[in-house]
């Protein structure tokens, strides 16, 4: 199988998901599950996803897509499109699944994914995170990960624009 589609194939649905994971390959594997917009992927995501990786055995990133992100951070964005950005998050070695959400919150994906840990960044009270009552039911944990400081699309897309 060449490169390309092996990372295309990491990018699926939720039904695909519930499939694969009654699969052998499954059983007794910890799901660690985060989720955002990843507009413009850099240093601080790369460094967030490899930790939130490192939390069990298969990571699951749920991708909001660009009706999404246009409700959530308005119509200048998102800068990259849905699909490009699926298809650099699945080309990351530690990124297992890539699965999208249309809705604000990745609430309704968490519900049927049931990861065993749910990762959010530390900018996030634990208490805020959506899923945490899913996860937390099962007997699961919830972990935050510290941020890489200055680095986020904001702040990218704010250098480019004062550059320009």
Known sequence: MNSLLKIKNKIITVDDY????????????????????????????????????DKGDILIVGLNTDASVQRLKGKHRPIVDEYARALVMASLLFVDFVIFFDEDTPYQLIKKIQPDI????????????????????????????????????????????DNV
């Open 18 to 53: 519930l499939t694969i994971s009654k699969e052998d390959d499954f059983k007794n594997k910890k799901i660690v599950f985060t989720n955002g917009c990843f507009d413009l992927l850099h240093r601080g995501h790369v460094e967030y996803l490899s930790q939130a990786s």
């Open 118 to 161: 749910l990762v959010k960044g530390s900018d996030y009270d634990e208490n805020s995170i959506v899923g945490a009552d899913i996860v937390k039911a099962k007997g699961g944990k919830v972990i935050t990960i510290e941020l890489t400081p200055n680095y986020s699309t904001s702040t990218i897309e704010k250098k480019i624009r």
